[in-house]
């Protein structure tokens, strides 16, 4: 049967191809696992704080109550955040007054950003409800399983070098508030940095060849051999603009063709094209070895049981 591919590409499908053997399963793959509880994070907090606040934004209130005055590049580093990125947030809650910038009194040229009051009475109001959403998010483990979990998650989000505890102020430095949560016990941080840490293994091993979220819309085709846009976008964790734009580039490859639903005239189905077999088989050496990077600092045995934890998280099992 022949459909309709892109770019001059050849768009044949084999309709009997059986499911091969170089097609990951995404709901066993941690780093599409991640990414799903990291988008499971988000819709809890929104729920809990809706516009009031961000995640990013209160873990760097959270690492300046634990770290005391730091320079932005200090605080962006603590938090996961990239420059461009951790500028925005402190230009924001600069604008909400729960930041300040002073002069670093060792170093004229230096800034350092430091809690204002206002902020420091909006971590504590702020901070039952962040605990409540990571309680949320671990919910579907058992609660025998959940510290174990956060434990191995810090890990993996760490690349096995957890950051210990800050030690104890010298005397007569000025405490900082006592916050019940860190960063480094903090699943929802954890995700995020993990799922970072994932994209920047991603980028080593498989390259521009083809993004996360490609592989993941591919991956959910080939699970299906036809799917529509939708189910295929559902299977991959991607909401309707991200489908629409990422079918549009494949298409575009010639990785991804369409044709007639026999049942319903009106749907469109999706099918991989000969190329995207092909580079998809080419490419899945580099996949599991990205998992495997990801994985690393874990005995197998933990890996298997923190990936499988992390499954019911991300699918809410």
């Known amino acids: 049967m022949q459909g309709t591919g892109g770019g001059g590409h050849s768009a044949t499908r084999d309709a009997g191809r059986p499911r091969p053997a170089v097609v990951l399963p995404l709901d066993l793959t941690p780093g599409h696992l991640l990414r799903r509880a990291q988008q499971v994070h988000t819709a809890l907090w929104l729920a809990e704080f809706d516009r009031e606040v961000t995640g ?8 300046m109550t634990q770290n005391g005055p730091l320079d932005q590049n200090s605080v962006g580093q603590l938090v996961s955040l ?5 500028a925005d947030v402190i230009v924001r809650l600069q604008k909400y007054g729960w930041l300040d910038r002073t002069r670093d009194p060792s170093d004229a040229r230096r800034n350092l950003l430091t809690l204002t009051r206002a902020a420091r009475t909006a971590v504590r109001h702020l901070t ?4 409540a959403v990571q309680q949320r998010l671990v919910e579907p483990i058992a609660p025998a399983r959940r510290h ?5 998650l810090a890990l993996l989000a760490y690349a096995g070098q957890v950051p210990a505890p800050r030690a104890a102020r010298p005397a007569g430095e000025r405490a900082e508030i006592a916050v019940p949560l860190r960063l480094e016990g903090a699943p929802g941080h954890l995700i995020r940095r993990a799922e970072q840490l994932h994209g920047s293994h991603w980028l080593t091993r498989v390259g521009p060849r083809l993004t996360p979220s490609q592989y993941g819309l591919l991956s959910a085709i080939a699970s299906q051999h036809l799917l529509d846009q939708r189910d295929a976008g559902d299977r991959a964790s991607l909401d309707k603009s991200s489908t629409s734009d990422i079918v549009g580039r494949l298409t ?12 319903d005239r009106r749907r469109k ?3 991989l094209t ?8 080419e490419v899945e050496p580099a996949v599991r070895a990205v998992q495997a990077a990801l994985v690393q600092p874990l005995p197998e045995d933990d890996a298997a049981e923190l990936t499988e934890l992390l499954r019911n998280v991300a699918y809410r099992r």
């Open 252 to 263: 575009r490859r010639g990785l991804i063709g369409r044709e007639g639903d026999e049942r």
């Open 128 to 131: 039952a409800g962040v605990v």
């Open 56 to 63: 990013p934004q209160f873990a760097l209130l959270l690492a």
């Open 82 to 86: 990239d420059k461009s990125t951790a």
């Open 274 to 281: 000969d190329e995207a077999w092909q580079l998809m088989e």
């Open 148 to 152: 174990w979990f956060v434990e191995k």
């Open 269 to 271: 189905l999706l099918y």
